[in-house]
Nanobody, 119 residues
């Protein structure tokens, strides 16, 4: 499974960023998907998950009210819209299949994308 996240960069606090993750998974439209992030010196943590149909979403407390996860099954892409970004959101962001709903990653990570939020 090949997963690749895009869209990271440097953004000022209070700004927005939209991340995308594309995949070669043939089963994408049947897979629950999630976003995770890893800040320097910290363990990777769950950010958000979306069900295969897109009808169910779950967010970590840090993401609630600011981040929105969505997906386009035809494009095999999952998105993370991040608004009102804070310096604590600085991390490498990864997408992954969710094997245990809502925050259990399959362990297949692929390439992440760095988001840096300046104060």
């Amino acid at each position: 499974v090949q997963l690749q996240a895009f869209g990271g960069g440097l953004v000022q606090a209070g700004g927005s960023r939209r991340l995308s993750c594309t995949t070669s998974q043939q089963t994408f439209s049947a897979d629950n998907m999630g976003w995770f992030r890893q800040a320097p010196g910290l363990e990777r943590e769950f950010v958000a998950a979306i069900s295969w149909s897109g009808r169910a979403t779950v967010y970590a407390n840090a993401a609630k009210g600011r981040f929105t996860i969505s997906r386009d099954n035809a494009e095999k892409t999952v998105y993370l819209q991040m608004n009102n970004l804070k310096p604590d959101d600085t991390a490498v962001y990864y997408c992954s299949q969710i094997s245990i709903w809502p925050s259990g990653s399959s362990g297949s990570w692929g390439q992440g994308t760095q988001v840096t939020v300046s104060s």
